[in-house]
């Protein structure tokens, strides 16, 4: 995955956010949203109804140009496709996922944080300590786990491959049923809830 991280740690004016809306593969999952800007994949959603993925677009990028795209630009078409292959457990990752070119906005802390979570191997896990220890900010356990939690490309980067010190899954913004859904998937230890 090419992370290409831009000077701003929002999206503005002089950006133009396509977005697509798909099933998302799991009925507990609902539909799936794909954003990209010609950087790249910008975000990744779940939610019960396209209403409130359309309403989520016009939250997150207020002052962007929003397009709709019916879906068959083929980075999005392939992404949809890898994404619900590998929630409905039929590959382990999906190779699209791993080409995605991301268009990767936060703060300094934030994005290094994401690169550490892209790091993960899959079917293995990190606590946000350790992943606080790899910065060289021992004491930022708490901000790594709300950085997770910003995260705007879950799937891609995997938040869902951290977890609490004491091994609990600790959060996810979709839920903890598909954090769980998605390690066991991935071969990773996720006895302790």
Same mark, same amino acid.
């Given at each position: 995955?090419?992370?290409?991280? %831009? ?51 016009? /939250? ?37 996922? %791993? /080409? ?41 356990? /708490?901000?790594?786990?709300? %950085? ?46």
């Amino acid at each position: 995955m090419k992370a290409k991280t %831009a000077s701003p740690t929002t999206f503005g004016p002089d950006d133009t956010v396509t977005y697509s809306l798909h099933d998302a593969g799991l009925p507990e999952c609902g539909r799936l949203l794909l954003a990209s800007t010609e950087r790249g994949l910008c975000r990744i959603s779940i939610a019960r109804t396209d209403k409130e993925l359309v309403a989520q677009v016009e /939250r997150e990028f207020p002052d962007s140009k929003t397009v709709r795209s019916d879906g068959s630009e083929p980075s999005h078409a392939v992404l949809a496709t890898g994404l619900q292959q590998y929630l409905k457990g039929k590959a382990a990752h999906p190779p699209a996922l %791993a /080409r995605a070119d991301m268009d990767l906005r936060g703060t300094d802390f934030q994005v290094a944080v994401w690169q550490e979570l892209l790091a993960i191997p899959t079917g293995q896990t990190r606590s946000y300590q350790e992943i606080a220890v790899r910065l060289g900010k021992p004491l930022a356990t /708490r901000a790594v786990g709300s %950085a997770c939690g910003a995260n705007p490309l879950g799937f891609v980067v995997p938040c869902h491959r951290a977890k609490r010190t004491d091994g609990s899954l600790g959060g996810f913004a979709w839920g903890l049923p598909l954090k769980k859904h998605l390690l066991q998937l991935e071969g990773a230890d996720c006895s302790c809830n």
